[in-house]
Nanobody
Framework: QVQLAESGGGLVQAGGSLRLSCAAS????????MGWYRQAPGKQRELVAA???????NYVDSVKGRFTISRENAKKTVYLQMNSLQPEDTAVYYC???????????????WGQGTQVTVSS
């Protein structure tokens, strides 16, 4: 089994910053893509940022220049540094990882439990 443990959410004023962390543990041979998604009330879950095992990064347009995704492969951890936060960034943020378990060759998607980010105006 694989677990993703998120931390770092909270309440912040507009213009402020937060850093999210997500550590993977359990039956892990290799982690391929890692990423952050978010879901605001009444909206569909959307990809915020993703990073491959080789370091290729992709952002949704609305966070470009404000958010930075990074990962530490040795720690099996992905981070999301969020600067210049705006009220429209308010959502539950979910960590996602494509994990290849030991004795397997196919990656499976795993999700964290979600962490609330609230930005007040």
């Amino acid at each position: 089994q694989v677990q993703l443990a998120e931390s770092g959410g909270g309440l912040v004023q507009a213009g402020g910053s937060l850093r999210l962390s997500c550590a993977a543990s359990g039956n892990i041979f290799r982690i391929n893509d890692m990423g952050w998604y978010r879901q605001a009330p009444g909206k569909q879950r959307e990809l915020v940022a993703a990073i491959t095992s080789g370091g290729t990064i992709n952002y949704v347009d609305s966070v470009k220049g404000r958010f930075t995704i990074s990962r530490e492969n040795a720690k099996k951890t992905v981070y999301l540094q969020m600067n210049s936060l705006q009220p429209e960034d308010t959502a539950v943020y979910y960590c996602n990882a494509a994990v290849v378990p030991w004795r397997n060759i196919v990656a499976r998607d795993y999700w964290g439990q979600g962490t609330q980010v609230t930005v007040s105006s």
